[in-house]
């Protein structure tokens, strides 16, 4: 009982909201200037961000990799990366937005982290490969949380292509992840806890 009057408090409030918010519907029929709107498109300037700065970190950290294996799994991802902010720009076009970064704090503090364990490890060591595998995989992990979530978003907005090309990315960032995985296990963390 409590939780139904609690739900129908919410509805009327956020239903009040709504309707201070500049609702304007677009040919697709689309709400596009509501605040949820808005704050979709922000939070695609984040990643956009995100993705920007991470193009020019994963060529760093290939070179800094002593395994061959993970220097070409930086390199796949590099290329990766580059599609990613391409189809951001897609989901911009599409959304009649345009393509901006907005500082993203947490990637920031992630390559951050990612420097430091370059910093802290020698080269050459499998040590330094655990400590970047361990960096990378934040990233992944920011990225796929991020896609994930603005996927949705999108759907419950009505964007169904964007949504779908959204999904396209956090599959590639979670089969990343995975690769991630299997080069910390088939041969990096072995070698690491030897030397
Ligand atoms: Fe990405
Ligand atoms: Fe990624």
Redesign the pocket.
């Known amino acids: 009982m409590a939780t139904t009057e609690k739900s129908k408090a919410t509805t009327t409030k956020s239903a009040a909201k709504t309707k201070t918010a500049a609702n304007t519907k677009s040919k697709t029929g689309k709400m596009e200037n509501s605040e949820f709107h808005e704050f979709f498109v922000d939070e695609l300037k984040d990643i956009y961000w995100a ?1 920007k700065h ?1 193009v020019k970190a994963l060529p760093k950290m290939k070179k800094a990799a002593t395994s061959p294996e993970l220097a070409a799994a930086f390199e796949k991802h590099t290329q990766e ?1 580059q599609t ?1 902010i391409e189809t951001l720009e897609q989901v911009f076009s599409l959304l009649e937005e345009k393509a901006a970064a907005k500082k993203c704090d947490a990637m920031a503090g992630l390559l951050e982290e990612a420097d430091g364990i370059i910093e802290d490890t020698d080269a050459g060591t499998m040590i330094r490969d655990a400590g970047l595998i361990l960096a990378a995989q934040k990233v992944e992990h920011y ?1 796929i949380a991020t896609y994930g979530t603005l996927k949705v978003f999108a759907e419950n907005m009505g964007h169904t292509e964007v949504a779908e090309l959204l999904g396209q ?1 956090l599959e590639n ?1 979670k089969a990343t992840d995975v690769a991630l995985t299997e080069c910390a296990v088939s041969f990096v963390n072995e070698a690491a806890s030897q030397e």
């Open positions: 993705e991470l990366t990613h990225e990315t960032e």
